[in-house]
């Protein structure tokens, strides 16, 4: 068997791990790809030490844990359509919003979020390269919604047991009623930009807690693009997700990534909330992410009826 080596990430935190070693001759190897999916599948974020710093890499490190998916955006930029499908660009642009916290401005800075929760389909997982790292920052955080659900108060939890939130592509900062930070200001909004499917304010529904087959439960919500529950889009449902947002916030536990050209970062879209950091306005950031197929079976159209639950 090839030489991987596998470390936590932080003795302190319950997920994430460290892998160096990873090369494309040890990506050949039946036993080492078994080993990385189940890692994968226990510690919810690997990060990738010291990997070949190419989009073909990219590619083949994401293979592994299954079939890539084009972004469903169109308009979502993509770093080489012709030949590597599903590679997207992420990078500071122009006419990206612009927040201040803590009297600190910061471009390309996202909120706590899962990715494709404007879609009914939730992508298994994505994988982070930095091309360009910002020098003041541009950190990504993780956070692991097994452990906020462990930790949460159970009368928080009762709340959050049958919230459905309903999800679009409207990101803009001033429509988002929860899960911005303290002392949170936009400085200039991000534009306007539904997809096609979420035009005319359809959402999809993605449940805030689910079980996986493994038994653990998890908390997954956001408040990115949230615009109600199924059924309630009153101040009041809002008042509610806030209460459960807070509560999840007191219990957090994130790791946060400092980035090296040579990392690659997967983590289980299923199960961990991330987080953009941000740059100082102006700076130069680029990331490329890949985004790994899938489907955890709860998400769907508000307009459609609502799927069978999955067994636990
Ligand atoms: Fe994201």
Same mark, same amino acid.
């Given at each position: 068997?090839?030489?991987? +080596?596998?470390?936590?990430?932080?003795?302190?935190?319950?997920?994430?791990?460290?892998?160096?070693?990873? @090369?494309?001759?040890?990506?050949?190897?039946?036993?080492? #790809?078994?080993?990385? +999916?189940?890692l =994968?599948e226990?510690?919810?974020v690997?990060?990738?030490?010291?990997?070949?710093?190419t989009?073909?890499?990219?590619?083949?490190?994401?293979?592994?844990?299954? &079939?890539?998916?084009?972004h469903?955006?169109a308009?979502?930029?993509?770093?080489?359509?012709?030949?590597?499908?599903?590679?997207?660009?992420?990078?500071a642009?122009?006419?990206?919003?612009i927040?201040?916290?803590?009297?600190?401005?910061?471009?390309?800075?996202?909120?706590?979020?899962?990715?494709?929760?404007?879609?009914?389909?939730?992508?298994r997982?994505?994988?982070? $390269?930095?091309?360009?790292?910002?020098?003041?920052?541009?950190? @990504?955080?993780?956070?692991d919604?097994?452990?906020?659900?462990?930790?949460m108060?159970?009368?928080? $939890?009762?709340?959050?047991?049958?919230?459905?939130?309903?999800?679009?592509?409207?990101? $803009?900062?001033?429509?988002?009623?929860?899960?911005?930070?303290?002392?949170?200001?936009?400085?200039?909004?991000?534009?306007?930009?539904?997809?096609?499917e979420?035009?005319?304010?359809?959402c999809?529904?993605?449940?805030?807690?689910?079980?996986?087959?493994?038994?653990?439960?998890?908390?997954?919500? @956001?408040?990115?693009?949230?615009?109600?529950?199924?059924?309630? $889009?009153?101040?009041?449902? =809002?008042?509610?997700m806030?209460?459960?947002?807070?509560?999840?916030?007191?219990?957090?536990?994130?790791?946060?990534?400092?980035?090296?050209?040579?990392?690659?970062?997967?983590?289980?879209?299923? #199960?961990?909330?991330?987080?953009?950091?941000?740059?100082?306005?102006?700076?130069?950031?680029?990331?490329?992410? @890949?985004?790994i197929?899938?489907?955890?079976?709860?998400?769907?159209?508000e307009?459609? &009826?609502?799927?069978?639950?999955?067994?636990?």
């Open positions: 068997m090839a030489d991987i +080596n596998v470390h936590d990430l932080d003795p302190a935190l319950s997920f994430g791990s460290r892998v160096t070693g990873v @090369t494309r001759d040890a990506l050949q190897d039946e036993a080492v #790809r078994a080993r990385l +999916n189940r =994968f226990e510690r919810g690997i990060v990738f030490e010291g990997v070949e710093s989009a073909e890499m990219q590619v083949q490190i994401s293979e592994v844990f299954g &079939p890539l998916k084009d469903p955006v308009y979502v930029e993509r770093a080489d359509a012709d030949k590597l499908l599903g590679v997207i660009e992420i990078k642009k122009p006419d990206g919003a927040v201040e916290i803590d009297g600190e401005q910061l471009s390309t800075w996202q909120p706590w979020h899962f990715d494709h929760a404007y879609n009914n389909e939730l992508n997982a994505g994988v982070l $390269r930095s091309l360009k790292i910002a020098e003041t920052g541009g950190r @990504t955080g993780f956070a919604g097994i452990q906020i659900w462990r930790d108060d159970p009368a928080f $939890r009762e709340k959050a047991r049958d919230m459905h939130l309903l999800l679009n592509l409207d990101l $803009r900062y001033g429509r988002q009623k929860f899960g911005l930070p303290e002392n949170f200001r936009v400085v200039q909004e991000h534009a306007d930009s539904l997809s096609a979420n035009e005319n304010g359809r999809s529904v993605h449940p805030a807690v689910w079980t996986r087959d493994t038994g653990e439960t998890v908390f997954h919500m @956001t408040g990115y693009g949230c615009r109600g529950m199924v059924g309630d $889009r009153s101040d009041g449902a =809002f008042e509610a806030e209460e459960v947002w807070r509560e999840a916030m007191r219990v957090i536990q994130p790791y946060y990534h400092v980035w090296h050209p040579t990392d690659m970062v997967i983590w289980d879209n299923w #199960r961990v909330l991330h987080q953009a950091c941000g740059c100082a306005p102006g700076e130069e950031r680029v990331v490329h992410r @890949t985004t197929k899938g489907d955890y079976g709860l998400g769907r159209w307009d459609e &009826p609502a799927r069978e639950a999955q067994p636990a």
